[in-house]
């Protein structure tokens, strides 16, 4: 158990020193990062969009890492399907209340 709890914290640090401050300029890039290049002039904007996204967040890490874009899935069954073959599950208690973008990003899969 400790190695996935290991897993779980690492991951959630490494999404927090990606995005950084809740800031404009920060939701904007997560939205490039997923490969929405349209103009988006709020945060609001950016919540709305990204909430239609299916998007794993480790495979999206991956891909900032590599210079590329996440695959995104049609729907959040498929998103379920794959995240649980490949236990690529972000936990839900490492999600913010205040909205920030990791809870814009999270499906409910169980």
């Not at 158990?1 to 490494?14: L, R, V």
């Not at 927090?16 to 490039?32: H, I, M, S, T, V």
Request: net charge positive; hydrophobic share 35%; with cysteine.
């Amino acid at each position: 158990m400790g190695k996935k709890k290991n897993k779980s914290s690492t991951i959630a640090a490494d999404f927090a020193r990606y995005f950084g401050e809740n800031k404009l300029e920060n939701w904007q890039r997560l939205c490039r990062d997923i490969g929405i290049h349209q103009e988006l002039p709020s945060i609001t904007r950016c919540r709305k969009v990204l909430k239609s996204v299916h998007v794993n967040i480790f495979d999206l890490l991956d891909a900032v890492r590599q210079g590329t874009t996440p695959q995104r899935f049609q729907n959040s069954y498929l998103l379920a399907q794959y995240s649980v073959a490949s236990n690529k599950i972000f936990p839900k208690r490492f999600a913010k209340d205040d909205g920030g973008p990791v809870k814009v990003l999270l499906r409910l899969f169980f």
